[in-house]
C-alpha cells in the first residue's frame, strides 16, 4: 500500500480564494483525520470521520472550513474564503476501522500558504 | 496545545548519550502514543503504550507511563545524529471511539 496521499504537497494562494486539499486514506481504514500544525499551536486535531461520517468537528476553527468524505477512500478539507493565518501544513491520518489500540498513518502533508 | 505539554520543548545531546522527553496529559486515556517527525515530513508512529501497562521496550526506545501522575516518558538510549527530530506524545481518550490528541512536541538535536 502506498500510505496515505494527500495533494497538492505545496500549495500557494492569495487571501481570499477558495483552497481544497485532498486525502486518499489506507485502504480498509475508515477512520481519517485531519490536523493542522503551526509553531504558534502545534498540532491540532480538525476534524474526524468514521465509516465517512463526521463524529467530532469541534476543532474546526470556523465556519470558512469544510471537510468532507463522500466515500472511503477520498476526502477534501476546503478552506473558503482563505486568510494568512490559515497558513499551516495539513496532515490527513486514517487508521484501521474499529481499532482503538492501533497507530495513525499519517500523509506527507499539504503546506499551504496564503499571502 | 489541544492535551498538554511536553518537556523540554528543546533538547541538544551528544551522540551516545541517552535523551528523556516527558509528557503530560489532561484526561483519563485509553492509551498513549509517540510519534516523530522529521523537518518537513509527516509524523511516524514510533510506539503505544496502554493505560493498563507501566513500561515498554522497542529497540532504543523505553516508554513508561503513569497514569496516576497523568505522565509518560520517552528514553531514547545511546542517540545517533539520525535521531535529530521532533518527539510528540498523543493520546486516545477513554471517553471516545479515537480521539488522537497531540501534545506540544520535543525538538531533539543529536550532535555527531
Known amino acids: 500500500d502506498a500510505g496515505v496521499i494527500q495533494s497538492p504537497r505545496h500549495e500557494v494562494t492569495e487571501m481570499g480564494q477558495e483552497v481544497t486539499l485532498r486525502c486518499k486514506p489506507i485502504s480498509g481504514h475508515n477512520s481519517l483525520f485531519w490536523y493542522r500544525q503551526t509553531m504558534m499551536r502545534g498540532l491540532e486535531l480538525l476534524i474526524y470521520f468514521n465509516n465517512n461520517v463526521p463524529i467530532d468537528d469541534s476543532g474546526m476553527p470556523e465556519d470558512r472550513f469544510s471537510a468532507k468524505m463522500p466515500n472511503a477512500s477520498f476526502s477534501t478539507l476546503k478552506i473558503q474564503p482563505s486568510e494568512p493565518r490559515d497558513s499551516a501544513v495539513y496532515f490527513c491520518?486514517?487508521?484501521?476501522?474499529?481499532?482503538?489500540?492501533?497507530?495513525?498513518?499519517f500523509g506527507q502533508g499539504t503546506r499551504l500558504t496564503v499571502v | 496545545s489541544q492535551q498538554g505539554e511536553e518537556d523540554p520543548q528543546a533538547l541538544s545531546i551528544q551522540e551516545g548519550e541517552n535523551a528523556t522527553m516527558n509528557c503530560s496529559y489532561k484526561t483519563s486515556i485509553n492509551n498513549l502514543q509517540w510519534y516523530r517527525q522529521n523537518s518537513g515530513r509527516g509524523l511516524v508512529h514510533l510506539i503505544l503504550?496502554?493505560?493498563?501497562?507501566r513500561e515498554k521496550h522497542s529497540g532504543r526506545l523505553r516508554v513508561t507511563l503513569d497514569t496516576s501522575k497523568k505522565s509518560s516518558s520517552l528514553l531514547i538510549t545511546a542517540s545517533r545524529a539520525a535521531d535529530t527530530a521532533s518527539y510528540f506524545c498523543?493520546?486516545?481518550?477513554?471517553?471516545?471511539?479515537?480521539?488522537?490528541?497531540f501534545g506540544s512536541g520535543t525538538r531533539l538535536l543529536v550532535r555527531p
Open positions: 491520518a486514517s487508521i484501521p476501522t474499529g481499532q482503538r489500540n492501533t497507530e495513525a498513518f
Open positions: 498523543a493520546t486516545v481518550r477513554m471517553d471516545s471511539s479515537y480521539k488522537l490528541i
Open positions: 503504550i496502554r493505560s493498563n501497562e
